[in-house]
């Protein structure tokens, strides 16, 4: 996938020594449920990870291919009337912060979601305190469930309200 400043790709284990230093970074890690990676082995699993999982994991990158952060979908599942939901994960080296990076990566990998995969709701749970990421989802449009579940906020946006958006 490409945007106007970041390519997306597929995490393969070529990648483990960018996804190391990346995840070496308690503040990249800080609202993750995963320590900060310690060797390129922990790198090499992670990606493994999604790499098996039925979702996807990506590799962002900017204008001049440098790895900047991950996103993509995981646990997935299916209603009983066939519908698909997603759950939507991202992350951002500390030094690229503030700079509009996620909105733009995030709004692709939505559109795919929404357009190639065929999901009908992506959902997402944030820490919350990470107002980061909160802030990214409801400036997405993202719904915010009345209550905490788990002690995380939970978070959700349906296929059709997406489109209608796009298409304004």
Not at 89 to 99: E, M, P, Q, S, V
Request: glycine share 8%.
């Amino acid at each position: 996938m490409k945007t106007n400043r970041l390519s997306l790709r597929l995490l393969t284990l070529e990648d483990a020594a960018d996804v190391w230093q990346h995840f070496a970074d308690p503040a990249v890690t800080e609202f993750m449920d995963i320590e900060p990676c310690k060797d390129i082995e922990t790198a090499r699993e992670i990606i493994r990870f999604h790499m098996m999982d039925s979702g996807c994991r990506y590799g962002i990158y900017n204008q001049i291919g440098v790895f900047i952060g991950t996103c993509g979908f995981h646990y997935l599942r299916q209603s009983k009337h066939k519908h698909i939901t997603a759950e939507i994960g991202f992350d951002l080296a500390k030094a690229y912060w503030g700079n509009g990076y996620m909105n733009e990566a995030v709004q692709a990998l939505i559109q795919s979601g929404f357009t190639e995969l065929g999901y009908h709701t992506i959902d997402a749970t944030v820490e919350p305190g990470n107002s980061r990421s909160i802030r990214l989802l409801e400036k997405l449009g993202f719904e915010r469930a009345e209550e905490m579940q788990e002690g995380l906020v939970y978070f959700q946006l349906k296929r059709d309200k997406w489109l209608k958006r796009v298409a304004k």
